[in-house]
């Protein structure tokens, strides 16, 4: 099990960047693929990236694609999502989110075991 703190949220006007950060505590984390997901107001959870274990592997929505970048440094116990070309309707609450045992980076919340408290991203208009 992995305890997981997000960072980097905040205000920021379309066309902007934020950079979230995850910090993980356990030694699990090196062996877990790692995923980002996000909540808006009124909807369901999605899946916004993943990366696998050691980085070999990452996959991401179609909405983000070309615009988010996760990267990881097991060195550090960190995973970060880097997000560009913000707009509005990437207004969210952010999730980290854990999972053991899978090679590819999972896609789906229930495949995920260990989750952070989430960090809130507003984009003004």
Known sequence: QVQLVESGGGLVQAGGSL???CAASGRAFSSYAMGWFRQAPGKEREFVAGISWNGGNT??????KGRFTISRDNAKNRVTLKMNSLNPEDTAIYYCAGAAGYGVPPTRGHEYRDWGQGTQVTVSS
């Not at 996959?59 to 983000?64: C, L, R």
């Open 59 to 64: 996959h991401y929505a179609d909405p983000v």
């Open 19 to 21: 950079r979230l950060s």
